[in-house]
């Protein structure tokens, strides 16, 4: 089979050989004119006869080295006879038998009752008899493989035959079959395996689980190595309720473009009674220095794919498939970008009238150049075309020049901005078919930096309070459509920026002063910060005038109030919290924590927390822990107090080896938005060296590639 998934693991690979017992590759060094040299404690070379020694002896020719006790040699025929016990190694393998016969001339030979070790990896094994072909080439009868300890192998891989290519590190075995503690899991009348860690063609491990709405799932993937840039997956797949689907994978990489194309096709499924399918194809290209293209298309057969198919919960809560199409480039002061886009919507619970605009196309282009006497001059501008099948529809021109004065100094900073942002519509399907709407916007950024030393002066702590005023005249928008505008999520960036909405839509209103102060440890030595402090909150002069449809005008005075803290008290734990309080409502409105740690073993620990005042109470807790040595329990909940509902529970074991490892999880999910839930088990083997059976390993922790 070929190479298969590997274990998730966040320890390096073990071995079951100690490191003075692992073999490692040498340069081959090979060439008829490369000397032989026979040492011996009795040697006899008579005219006409052959070369015997005996006692001791050792042979080496460039990488090849041989020991035993007798040899006879054919200085005619190049015949090396190797009657007694003998140990033998080169470049790719180092083998012990009972007897052997080399032909020196063109490397091949026999060897009776055999054991070997192949070199650069922890395989080994036996044989009855070994048969060179080449320096490279092998085959061999009665033979087991294993990477555990050849003295007592939990798992083997028997054969009959066996061809070996140690070029292409890729074994083919007839009549095979893998045991596992001495039981028996697979037979195959044909198997390929790998001797190396490259990758090769051939079948990877079936993949099996079982869950509660669509009973037994088998899948058997076959690995394609087309060339070196270029690979292919075809992954058959029963699902005992549902029927037999296929999914192909294909990737591609050159100098200068790389892509992936996925396609799954599930033919009249039992239970819908329709063809599913979905495709996806993600490409980028570099047309020249600076410039660059990519296209990601995505497309489900139905709304409920993913509900059905879905592997989780992550799966069950797609709403959109988003398609886009972009051309960007970059030059020294600019950026431009062009961009097409279309979404497909999965969620039942989006009206028409509500679902994303597609953006055909979107052109933008970027100014930022310094100038002299310490100004800036910036300037963004939009061209875009939305398109829905109801609802207005139309174009949008918005350009924000603005000129900037930066006055630094250590300690301190003033940065005064102001610009004009225009913004004109050309639209069907309204009242009016011209929209222009000007605004200038002018801001006074400001702050000072304190510093002390603390700690024998190996650390530096900062006090840095910040002054930032924005004005921005009220301009009645109420005409103008909703495109690509929303009100953005409160929080510290937000106390910095010109615009309470996302997209030109809407332009905020402001006559308002931040007040804000930061604070941060600073290592002297590697000037990483273990703590950084924020708080800050706005203070609103006027009313806020501009609001999103159906909304009031906000006659606040005051902002909420806005902290984050980030500790990292030790190099394994780290924690994050975060508070958005409305002092005049005494509410909170927003709150975060997630903590964060790492053992030096296997101990992982990362809890989070999530809240938005009538939205979103979730608390999401997941775990390893090792119970002895090489084995640890896992576990997942994820708990919605909102709707006091368990949205995701996990529980498993693990357990690893020096050449094996097993993990069986159980889990529960949400599957749709009647909060149905779906239950399933999962069994991952991973032998290592060989391949992987079963699942996938569960994305246990994020940032770690699960």
Wanted: some cysteine; charged content about 30%; hydrophobic content about 35%.
């Amino acid at each position: 089979m070929a190479q298969g998934m590997l274990v998730d693991s966040d320890r390096p690979l073990m071995s079951c050989l100690p490191p003075e017992a692992r073999l490692e590759r040498i340069e081959p060094e090979r060439g008829e004119d490369l000397p032989l040299l026979i040492d011996a404690e009795y040697f006899s070379a008579e005219p006409d006869q052959p070369i015997v020694a005996r006692d001791q002896v050792r042979v080496q020719q460039g990488d090849r080295r041989l020991e035993t006790d007798e040899i006879v040699f054919d200085r005619a025929s190049g015949r090396l006879d190797l009657p007694v016990l003998l140990h033998y190694r080169d470049a790719y393998i180092a083998i012990r038998a009972e007897s052997a016969w080399i032909d020196l001339e063109d490397s091949r030979g026999r060897f009776q009752t055999v054991g070997y070790q192949i070199a650069g990896s922890d395989g080994a094994g036996q044989a009855v008899v070994i048969d060179l072909l080449s320096p490279t080439r092998a085959e061999l009868e009665e033979f087991d493989f294993t990477t555990c300890d050849p003295a007592d192998p939990d798992w083997q891989l028997k054969a009959r035959q066996v061809r070996l290519d140690l070029d292409r590190g890729q074994g083919v075995a007839r009549h095979a079959r893998l045991e596992f503690k001495g039981v028996p899991i697979l037979y195959s009348p044909w198997l390929s395996f790998p001797l190396s860690d490259e990758r090769q063609s051939g079948f990877l491990y079936p993949q099996f689980g079982f869950s509660s709405d669509d009973g037994f799932d088998l899948r058997v993937p076959w690995y394609w190595n087309i060339a070196p840039n270029q690979d292919a997956t075809f992954t058959p797949r029963w699902i005992q309720d549902r029927g037999a689907m296929l999914a192909t994978e294909y990737r591609f990489l050159t100098p200068r473009q790389r892509g992936q194309a996925d396609l799954e096709y599930l033919p009249s499924d039992n239970k819908a009674g329709r063809d599913r399918y979905y495709g996806q194809f993600d490409y980028r290209a570099t047309l020249r220095p600076g410039w660059w293209a990519a296209a990601d298309l995505r497309r489900a057969s139905d709304d409920d794919y993913f509900v059905d198919l879905g592997g989780d919960l992550a799966d069950s809560a797609v709403q959109f498939l988003r398609s886009s199409a972009r051309v960007r480039g970059t030059g020294r002061f600019w950026t431009a970008d062009i961009l097409a886009d279309n979404f497909q919507v999965l969620d039942e619970a989006v009206a028409p009238g509500a679902e994303p605009y597609r953006r055909l196309p979107r052109v933008r282009l970027d100014y930022d150049r310094p100038l002299p006497r310490n100004l800036d001059f910036r300037a963004d501008s939009e061209l875009v075309y939305f398109d829905r099948d109801q609802g207005v529809t139309g174009g949008r021109l918005d350009l924000y020049p603005r000129l900037r004065w930066n006055l630094l100094a250590p300690g301190w900073f003033v940065r005064p901005e102001i610009g004009l942002r225009h913004t004109s519509y050309q639209l069907s399907g309204a009242e009016q078919t011209s929209l222009d709407r000007t605004t200038p916007i002018a801001s006074f950024d400001s702050g000072l930096v304190f510093e002390r030393p603390v700690r024998d002066g190996t650390r530096i702590q900062t006090l840095e309070p910040r002054l930032f005023y924005l004005y921005v005249p009220e301009r009645s928008q109420d005409d103008i459509p909703r495109f690509d505008t929303a009100e953005l999520t409160f929080g510290f960036s937000q106390l910095f920026h010109h615009n309470r909405f996302s997209g030109p839509d809407r332009q905020s209103d402001a006559n308002q002063l931040t007040l804000a102060l930061s604070s941060r440890l600073i290592d002297t030595g590697d000037g990483q910060s273990p703590l950084d402090m924020s708080i800050g909150q706005i203070l609103y002069f006027s009313d806020l005038e501009v609001q999103l449809p159906g909304q009031p005008a906000d006659s606040r005075s005051r902002s909420a109030t806005v902290a984050e803290v980030n500790w990292r008290p030790r190099a394994r734990l780290a924690l994050s919290a975060g508070v958005q309080y409305d002092s005049i409502e005494n509410e909170t409105e927003v709150a975060q924590f997630g903590l964060s740690y790492r053992g030096r073993d296997a101990r992982q620990v990362a809890l989070g927390y999530r809240f938005r005042r009538d939205r979103l109470d979730q608390v999401d807790v997941r775990a390893r822990y090792p119970v002895r040595e090489n084995m640890n329990l896992i576990g997942r909940l994820n708990y919605s107090f909102e709707e006091s509902q368990t949205l995701e529970a996990m529980g498993g074991i693990e357990y690893e080896s020096c050449c094996w490892a097993l993990r069986v999880t159980a889990r529960e999910f949400v599957r749709d938005r009647d909060a149905e839930t779906r239950r399933a088990v999962f069994l991952e083997l991973h032998l290592k060296g060989l391949g992987s059976l079963g699942r996938r390993p569960y994305p246990l922790f994020s940032g770690h590639g699960r």
